[in-house]
């Protein structure tokens, strides 16, 4: 068994809050920030268990980088 690091993205959308790991464009839901992290662990590992070597090599071959940005507004 392996361990595979990735990002997670948590935001509330209304009364809900949405999980997204960005290097694999997966993403998942729940009422609580700890529902949402669990259902995309879920989805995470539903993913890495069905997905091909070769999917799985062309959604992790790359970089994501989360940096904090400023920007002006008029």
């Known amino acids: 068994m392996k361990t595979v690091q990735v990002t997670a993205l948590i935001e509330r959308e209304g009364d809900r809050f949405v999980a997204l790991c960005p290097q694999l464009d997966i993403a998942s839901e729940g009422d609580t920030v700890e529902e949402a992290r669990a259902m995309l662990k879920e989805a995470l590992e539903l993913f890495f268990e ?3 070597e070769e999917e799985i090599r062309h959604r992790t071959g790359g970089e ?4 904090p ?3 002006t507004i008029a």
């Not at 994501?64 to 940096?67: M, N």
């Open 50 to 52: 069905c997905a091909s």
């Open 64 to 67: 994501c980088y989360i940096v």
């Open 69 to 71: 940005m400023e920007c």
